[in-house]
Nanobody, 124 residues
Framework: QVQLVESGGGLVQPGGSLRLSCAAS????????MGWYRQAPGKQRDLVAT???????NYAPSVKGRFTISRDNNKNTVALQMNSLKPEDTAVYYC??????????????????WGQGTQVTVSS
């Protein structure tokens, strides 16, 4: 199994910045894609940004130019630097690890995993 632990959420004023971090742990051999999704109250969970193991990034149009995703493959961590935050960025942010390959010394397994979520509130 894989555990994803997020940190860095909180309350920030419009125009401010926050940095989210996520660390994956377990018998991880590789992770193809790591990313961030968000879910506002009453809405579906939407993609914010993803990054592949070779650094190819993808951003939602609403965050492009304001948010930056980065990744450390050696530490199995992913971060999201969020600048120029707007009230509409308020949501629970979830870390994701997609197409994870696990090896415990005997067995190969894998799958997609989610973190527990961290609240980001942008308000004055």
């Amino acid at each position: 199994q894989v555990q994803l632990v997020e940190s860095g959420g909180g309350l920030v004023q419009p125009g401010g910045s926050l940095r989210l971090s996520c660390a994956a742990s377990g018998s991880i051999f590789s992770i193809f894609v790591m990313g961030w999704y968000r879910q506002a109250p009453g809405k579906q969970r939407d993609l914010v940004a993803t990054i592949t193991d070779i650094g190819i990034t993808n951003y939602a149009p609403s965050v492009k130019g304001r948010f930056t995703i980065s990744r450390d493959n050696n530490k199995n961590t992913v971060a999201l630097q969020m600048n120029s935050l707007k009230p509409e960025d308020t949501a629970v942010y979830y870390c994701s690890a997609e197409k994870v390959t696990l090896f415990d010394g005997d067995h190969w397994t894998g799958g997609d995993y989610w973190g527990q979520g961290t609240q980001v509130t942008v308000s004055s």
